[in-house]
């Protein structure tokens, strides 16, 4: 398979694995067989690695998400942290951790953008970071946590992409849910399930229906 058509088929297998079809990522991953047992090619191996991690998110299998997610941060050295295929597994890396309060990991990843001086860590990933810290500080039941989504959600609006945005929307939902703070809640789903449908991304409109269902106790 020629190289511009393995890559179009890594494009192809994220766009699937986003939208929640695990099944056409699948056949996707298994198309570059020959490209995973041969490559040295650092950028085709992030590349790689980075489909079987979104893959693995599809089938909602966290720890595989990391730790594929994981191997296309091993090659940050020969290709640096601003690399397309960097800067989405980093997000899909620090997102899996959280599912599995993954302390040690999330750590591990933050300590890795944090070793960027300002100017050369993109935007992208600056505007992930501030979301990660406002997980964090929720987890810990800290107060600053509800300035610090509102930073995390402006940061993403303007540095980020639509899909991450919603997946920070969702994160600021949860968190305004455990508040009991119903209306801003709802508000913040909303916007993300605008984004999810204009993206046809089912996994970020399951996400929104499990914040909705808990909300419901707090409401009766």
Do not use: K
Request: hydrophobic share 45%.
């Amino acid at each position: 398979m020629p190289a511009d058509r393995e890559l179009l088929v890594c494009y192809q297998g994220w766009l699937a694995a986003l939208r929640g079809d695990a099944a056409t990522a699948e056949i996707m991953l298994a198309g570059l067989r020959d490209l995973r047992a041969a490559t040295e090619d650092p950028q085709d191996q992030a590349e790689v690695s980075l489909l079987a991690a979104f893959t693995a998110a599809a089938r909602h299998q966290p720890r595989d998400a990391l730790r594929h997610a994981r191997s296309a941060l091993a090659h940050e050295g020969a290709l640096g942290i601003s690399h397309e295929s960097l800067r989405w597994a980093w997000p899909l890396a620090a997102r899996a951790a959280h599912e599995l309060r993954d302390t040690a990991a999330t750590g591990e990843l933050l300590a890795l953008v944090d070793s960027y001086m300002p100017g050369h860590l993109g935007p992208m990933l600056r505007a992930e970071r501030n979301l990660v810290r406002a997980r964090l500080a929720d987890g810990h039941g800290d107060q600053a946590a509800t300035a610090a989504f509102a930073a995390a959600i402006s940061s993403l609006r303007e540095q980020s992409t639509p899909y991450h945005l919603a997946h920070g929307l969702l994160d600021h939902a949860h968190h305004l849910t455990r508040l009991r703070e119903a209306e801003a809640a709802g508000t913040a789903i909303g916007e993300a399930c605008d984004i999810a449908r204009n993206l046809r991304c089912q996994p970020l409109l399951d996400r929104a229906a499990d914040i909705t269902s808990a909300q419901s106790p707090v409401q009766a």
